[in-house]
């Protein structure tokens, strides 16, 4: 299971933030080994204090433990023939990292392992970076020798995780007094990615808007909706409209109602615990508008049947031969990349980890 994690106790932030600014994939800086921990430090007391606030670090270690332990005891129901399944996890930037997941599966003796990511729509700043860690670990036998891989590289429209998102919506609907739940306006509220990754061909904004496609089918088109951006940082120019800046133009034009939906992560992290529930949702308050949040899915048993519906038809498509070890799509390098580490991780994967 593969995500980019995040601090789960608050001294652990340092390290997080300096394995994040040493992503040579997301973020390549001239002497990166010099630049990502002076970053990192100074960056440190400021998103520390954050994760104070939500409750002393980040949830997402405990919920994907969690969705793994459940996922991997339906799909040793839902296909017996690949049993017994085991669900390990490998964050980006907290632990456990892809090294030390790598080490224990290598000390279970693995041999056929499938690389699922947490992430339900492909963008190679997030997907896109965990292959590539997880290619470097793969070839050089960090993970064992002879370990057969193949890739679930997204699942933004899979009917499962449609039907979750959309449940988490009717709920917050709910909570809205009946005469006013028409004119209710959803926020689906995803991560930005800066321009330059979105100008490279950066499928992510198109596989986002698919999810909210389809989730507005599944709720039959009962409101009004947006599609906006949020958690960008520094000064070039990120993907909008921003959230926050939402939020502030429909108070102007005399909304009174919204819901903020969390459209591109699975569990709650600081993005939404933090930045949607403590700045945003409060600032509207402010404003006086009434702001309800769409819980992120978590232990939802509709997501986890999902997620274990997905692995299956995985599974049984590779070992058929209907598909392979990856997507087609993932097979396509975004028409601006100049990462040869994309390249050589793609024909690696399309071997089947070879
Ligand atoms: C992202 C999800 C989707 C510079 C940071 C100082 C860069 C970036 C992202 C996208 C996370 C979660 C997207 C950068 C450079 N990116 N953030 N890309 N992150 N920050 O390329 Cl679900
Ligand atoms: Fe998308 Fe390299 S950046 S394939």
């Known amino acids: 299971m593969l995500n980019m994690g995040g601090p789960s106790t608050v001294p652990e932030t340092h390290d997080f933030l300096k394995n994040l600014f040493s992503d040579g994939d997301l973020i390549p800086l001239p002497f990166q080994s010099l630049l990502a921990p002076w970053i990192a430090r100074r960056r440190t007391p400021q998103i520390e204090k954050q994760y104070e606030e939500i409750g002393g670090g980040s949830p997402i270690l405990h919920y994907t433990k969690l969705q793994g332990e459940r ?35 290598k000390a279970d003796g693995v041999k056929r392992a499938v690389a699922f990511t947490q992430y339900p729509q492909y963008s190679c700043s997030t997907t896109g970076s965990s292959l590539n860690e997880l290619y470097r670990r793969g070839k050089t036998g960090e993970v064992g020798d002879g370990v057969e891989w193949s890739v679930i590289d997204r699942w933004g429209t899979h009917p499962g995780f449609i039907e979750a998102v959309s449940q988490n919506i009717e709920r917050a609907l709910a909570k809205f007094p009946e005469e006013k739940r028409k004119n209710v306006v959803l926020l689906f509220s995803a991560h930005s990615l800066p321009m330059s990754v979105v100008n490279r061909g950066d499928p992510y904004i198109l596989e986002v808007s698919a999810t909210v496609s389809a989730v507005m089918d599944r709720l039959g088109h009962s409101n009004p909706y947006r599609l906006v ?7 070039s120019a990120w993907m909008g409209m921003q959230t926050g800046e939402a939020l502030k133009g429909l108070a102007r034009l005399g909304h009174k109602e919204a819901i903020l939906v969390p459209i591109a992560f699975t569990s709650d992290h600081i993005e939404t615990l933090y930045e949607l529930d403590l700045e945003y949702a409060k600032e509207a308050k402010d404003h006086g508008m009434d702001v309800q949040r769409a819980e992120s899915l978590n232990d939802s048993p509709v997501f986890i049947r999902a997620i274990a519906d997905l692995a299956a038809s995985h599974l049984k498509d590779c070992g058929s031969g209907k598909s392979g070890p990856t997507s087609v799509q993932m097979g396509l390098r975004c028409p601006g990349c100049n990462n040869a580490t994309c390249g050589a991780q793609k024909t690696w994967f399309a071997r089947g980890g070879r």
């Open 71 to 105: 996922m991997a005891a339906l799909l040793d129901e839902l296909s017996p023939a690949t049993a017994p399944h085991k669900a390990y996890i490998a964050f980006r930037y907290a632990r456990p990292l892809t090294d030390e997941t790598a080490k224990q599966m």
């Open 229 to 235: 951006w949020q958690s960008q940082v520094g000064p």
